[in-house]
């Protein structure tokens, strides 16, 4: 069963930091792109960051650039997404996906080119 599965989202102070994980079953994790999108209320999901299968490539929107840190590791088919310096318009569930064709980045920014994907984990960033 392909399975993707999002972990440690939480309540976090503006400035802080917060590393959410993406634990991927039941297909070849190393042989995929992986994205990060996310979603805030009443807005359309949308691209954060990716990673090619062997992190040569890596991609991120500009709202997030220096702050944020996308990696994996393939051994333990996991996804990482270090966020540094929180922002309250980071808030947002955050979805990891894997992307449709493996050993393929192109358009890596458009949901549509991901298939599988995450039940999402809550990112809030308060005082």
């Known amino acids: 069963q392909v399975q993707l599965v999002e972990s440690g989202g939480d309540l976090v102070q503006p400035g802080g930091s917060l590393r959410v994980s993406c634990a991927a079953s039941?297909?070849?994790?190393?042989?995929?792109?992986m994205g990060w999108f996310r979603q805030a209320p009443g807005r359309e999901r949308e691209f954060v960051a990716a990673?090619?299968?062997?992190?040569?490539?890596?991609y991120y929107t500009d709202s997030v650039k220096g702050r944020f840190t996308v990696s994996r590791d393939n051994a333990n088919n996991t996804l990482y997404l270090q966020m540094n310096r929180l922002k309250p318009e980071d808030t947002a569930v955050y979805y990891c996906a894997a992307f449709s064709t493996p050993r393929s980045a192109l358009h890596y920014n458009d949901p549509k080119q991901y298939n599988t994907w995450g039940q999402g984990t809550q990112v809030t960033v308060s005082s």
């Open positions: 039941g297909f070849a994790f190393g042989s995929y792109t």
């Open positions: 990673i090619t299968r062997s992190s040569s490539g890596i």
